[in-house]
């Protein structure tokens, strides 16, 4: 008969809580116990994509994740935004839940973007304004420049993408 690994016991807030210390202004993580030193250094590494990992009973979480942990007791059920798009900055005041929608509305444009503004793309009749919400994309009008286009794109986006709107 095999014997089959069990599965690790899932990281509660309250054992987060007694290994480690979460600084919600620097957005740090800290061990609470062992030496002077391991006490004071930040806990951290980061992944190809550039976010923190920390990993705690023998297994890497996201920082931001196990900040949320931290602060509210619970595991985030949906995403959680950078509302700078560092993502290395997981200070408390810069984490907030998202939907993957949201998420992807605080996003800076693409590299792709040649016109230089987000939600405006060049087409044979002139700059065209476009906007996705509600898993729909919306082609907002066509204008001269793109500088008309991005104003229209920046004003639907505060309508619809409310505090989650990018505009840079």
Excluded at 85 to 107: M, P
Aim: hydrophobic share 30%; proline share 3%; aromatic share 14%.
């Amino acid at each position: 008969m095999k014997h089959r690994k069990r599965a690790p016991k899932p990281l509660t807030a309250e054992d987060l809580r007694e290994q480690l210390f979460y600084h919600h202004e620097t957005g740090l993580f800290f061990w609470r116990h062992g030496s002077e030193k391991r006490r004071s250094t930040p806990i951290s590494t980061r992944d190809n994509r550039g976010y923190v990992k920390v990993r705690v009973n023998g297994r890497l979480y996201s920082a931001h994740r196990l900040a949320w942990l931290y602060m509210t007791g619970k595991w985030p059920l949906y995403q959680i935004d950078h509302i700078d798009l560092d993502k290395g900055n997981n200070a408390w005041s810069n984490l907030r839940k998202a939907t993957g929608s949201q998420n992807q509305y605080n996003r800076p444009r693409t590299r792709r973007n040649k016109t230089g503004f987000k939600g405006v793309h060049f087409a044979a009749n002139g700059y065209v304004a476009a906007i996705r919400y509600d898993g729909k994309q919306y082609t907002l009008g066509t204008f001269a420049t793109a500088e008309e286009a991005f104003a229209v794109y920046c004003e639907a986006a505060r309508k619809h993408h409310k505090s989650y709107a990018r505009t840079t």
